[in-house]
């Protein structure tokens, strides 16, 4: 699916992995103060960096609880996506 539209999926590795766990646990929990912002734009800066990508898929139903975040990358909310689809197909 994600080919036919020109989209490649990235691999970020395990230790991305790890870290993007540690802030989903951190927003469960109710602790995204300043030290929680720096983390999720380092996160991202560090993939658009090491992987060049072009976007961020946020797919985790916690990220829609995140702040607004002033980055020069796309972040696309899998769960905003979800409903506005949902929406459109039942206004068809």
């Given at each position: 699916f994600l080919d036919d539209h020109g989209i490649e999926l990235i691999d970020h590795g395990n230790q991305n992995?790890?870290?993007?766990q540690q802030l989903i646990e951190c927003l469960k929990l109710g602790c995204?103060?300043?030290?929680y912002v720096i983390g999720?734009?380092?996160l991202i800066a560090r993939?658009?960096?090491e992987y060049c990508?072009?976007?961020?898929v946020l797919a985790c139903?916690?990220?829609s609880c995140l702040p607004s975040f002033d980055i020069d990358i796309?972040?696309?909310?899998?769960?905003f996506e979800?409903?506005?689809e949902t929406v459109r197909l039942a206004k068809q």
């Open positions: 992995q790890e870290n993007i995204p103060g300043e030290d999720v734009r380092d993939l658009k960096t990508a072009d976007g961020i139903t916690e990220f796309p972040l696309i909310d899998s769960s979800l409903a506005r």
